[in-house]
């Protein structure tokens, strides 16, 4: 039975207003708006049964957490020190300003180079000590997962810490080392959603699957506002609405199934979701369900055109398609198995592998960046495809390979959010993935399984 882990970054605090550096520094408190926006998680969680709540102790998480389960009633947050913020001890209580003027280089690592930051930190001798601060927290969130996965198997938990443990907490998760650091985002009182197949252990049959990450909806904002600073384009990845053969798990492919009813409704309820962002440009699949998904989106943007390519077409699945797991596994005995545990591994009967759709879909996916970079403004773009090819996407941005496929849920319908800090050339950053709230109102993806 899978642990599910719902991961909360704290309110916005009054560090956070004034750009302040943070880390283990606890002066730092929830402001009004902050405190609206824990109350928000309790309203948007309150009918989750929840067996456990961990924090961290600094008081801008514990009040965070505090007033979540004051919402959603019936339990304590438990604290740990496993979940304090990364500890920066030479910048804490500094602005980010400063830090840039006073420590340049340690600074362009943090943004360009996280795992090689180091501090020199005095000691009472008088002697200073190496210490590398995202290597440190990475460890930290390893340590967490490794005690509670141990304590609450089968069980649903919420966890409320900080930006930097969080980014931590889901890479590791999903099989991320700390040179990831800035490829993931937490927004204050964003919502993660982690489903851990076991224990804590190596190896990717132990990793967790990512069902969302970042959800903001529930605080007011559709998606996660695009950061100070960046200038390149921010992409809207949109799994395609419902069709009857995924209704019915059937594995579709490279064979054209139109969208259904829900489907539709589906594509409707994305663009009253995405109505609110300035939309600069349009690129989806040409196959039917992607395409008729991204039109429906695009009445609420009529001003912007549509860009088709094959590119972003569903993997093929050659002798499968239009075919049930049973069929298959009857006519293809134990590559089904293969397929759903070490997929990078299965050559498609007459089909593809998943670095031929890695290989198209990466294609594609940057010509799609590099259109849109070096503009005057950000330009976002939205980019509706398949679950495959989401999914690899999803893999190559956040840095993993063919072999974490199975890791990132996409639901029917379903909104992620990549951006580009300078363009096609610069290392991109998740802001969101898999928000599907716009669906169902659910934390939760609750969108059919169906097969590819």
């Known amino acids: 039975m899978k642990t599910r882990v719902i991961v909360v970054r704290h309110g916005e605090s009054t560090f956070n207003v004034k750009r302040i550096i943070q880390g283990h520094h606890d002066e730092s408190l929830l402001t009004e708006k902050g405190e609206d926006q824990a109350r928000q998680v309790g309203q948007f969680i309150k009918g989750i049964s929840i067996d456990a709540v961990?924090?961290?102790?600094?008081?801008?998480?514990?009040?965070?957490?505090?007033?979540?389960?004051?919402?959603?009633?019936?339990?304590?947050?438990?604290?740990?020190?496993?979940?304090?913020?990364?500890?920066?001890?030479?910048?804490?209580?500094m602005?980010?300003?400063?830090?840039?003027?006073?420590?340049?280089?340690?600074?362009?690592?943090?943004?360009?180079?996280?795992?090689?930051?180091?501090?020199?930190?005095?000691?009472?001798?008088?002697?200073?000590?190496?210490?590398?601060?995202?290597?440190?927290?990475?460890?930290?969130?390893?340590?967490?997962?490794?005690?509670?996965?141990?304590?609450?198997?089968?069980?649903?938990?919420?966890?409320?810490?900080?930006?930097?443990?969080?980014?931590?907490?889901?890479?590791?998760?999903?099989?991320?080392?700390?040179?990831?650091?800035?490829?993931?985002?937490?927004?204050?009182?964003?919502?993660?959603?982690?489903?851990?197949?076991?224990?804590?252990?190596?190896?990717?049959?132990?990793?967790?699957?990512?069902?969302?990450?970042?959800?903001?909806?529930?605080?007011?904002?559709?998606?996660?506002?695009?950061?100070?600073?960046?200038?390149?384009?921010?992409l809207l990845l949109v799994r395609h609405g419902e069709t009857e053969w995924n209704r019915e798990s059937r594995f579709q492919g490279q064979i054209d199934i139109p969208l259904n009813d829900n489907g539709r409704a589906q594509a409707s309820q994305a663009g009253a979701f995405l109505k609110g962002i300035p939309i600069d440009g349009a690129v989806s699949s040409s196959m039917m369900r992607p395409k008729e998904t991204a039109e429906i989106?695009?009445?609420?943007?009529?001003?912007?055109?549509?860009?088709?390519?094959?590119?972003?077409?569903?993997?093929?699945?050659?002798?499968?398609?239009?075919?049930?797991?049973?069929?298959?596994?009857?006519?293809f005995p134990g590559m089904l198995a293969a397929w759903?545990?070490?997929?990078?591994?299965?050559?498609?009967?007459?089909?593809?592998?998943?670095?031929?759709?890695?290989?198209?879909?990466?294609k594609a996916w940057h010509e799609i960046?590099?259109?849109?970079?070096?503009?005057?403004?950000?330009?976002?773009?939205?980019?509706?495809?398949?679950?495959?090819?989401?999914?690899?996407?999803?893999?190559y941005v956040t840095g993993l390979g063919p072999e974490a496929f199975w890791q990132f849920k996409q639901g029917n319908g379903a909104v992620s959010v990549i951006d580009y800090p300078e363009g096609v050339d610069s290392e991109p950053m998740l802001s969101a993935a898999n928000i599907t709230a716009h669906l169902s109102g659910s934390l939760f993806d609750m969108t059919a399984a169906g097969a590819l």
Not at 66 to 85: F, H, M, R
Not at 214 to 221: F, K, M
Not at 372 to 387: G, N, R
């Open 369 to 395: 960046v590099a259109q849109y970079s070096q503009q005057e403004t950000p330009k976002t773009v939205l980019v509706v495809a398949h679950d495959a090819i989401n999914k690899a996407i999803l893999c």
């Open 95 to 234: 602005s980010f300003t400063d830090v840039e003027a006073q420590y340049p280089e340690e600074y362009k690592a943090w943004r360009h180079d996280p795992k090689a930051l180091k501090m020199s930190v005095p000691q009472a001798d008088g002697s200073t000590q190496a210490f590398y601060p995202v290597r440190a927290i990475w460890q930290q969130a390893a340590d967490f997962w490794r005690q509670l996965l141990a304590q609450h198997q089968g069980q649903t938990l919420l966890v409320v810490a900080h930006s930097a443990i969080n980014r931590a907490l889901v890479g590791t998760a999903i099989g991320l080392g700390p040179e990831s650091l800035n490829r993931l985002y937490q927004a204050n009182c964003g919502i993660s959603v982690l489903n851990f197949p076991g224990g804590w252990g190596e190896g990717v049959q132990a990793r967790a699957q990512l069902e969302s990450m970042n959800s903001t909806s529930h605080v007011g904002s559709a998606v996660p506002a695009l950061r100070s600073g960046f200038k390149g384009p921010r």
């Open 297 to 331: 989106i695009l009445n609420q943007h009529s001003d912007v055109s549509l860009a088709v390519t094959k590119g972003l077409w569903e993997i093929s699945h050659g002798q499968w398609e239009g075919k049930f797991e049973h069929e298959i596994e009857a006519g």
């Open 340 to 362: 759903q545990t070490k997929p990078e591994t299965v050559q498609m009967p007459d089909g593809e592998n998943l670095q031929d759709v890695w290989d198209r879909a990466v």
């Open 54 to 93: 961990y924090c961290s102790p600094l008081k801008r998480a514990a009040r965070t957490a505090a007033l979540i389960t004051e919402v959603i009633g019936g339990i304590s947050p438990q604290s740990t020190d496993l979940l304090k913020e990364i500890s920066l001890p030479l910048w804490e209580a």
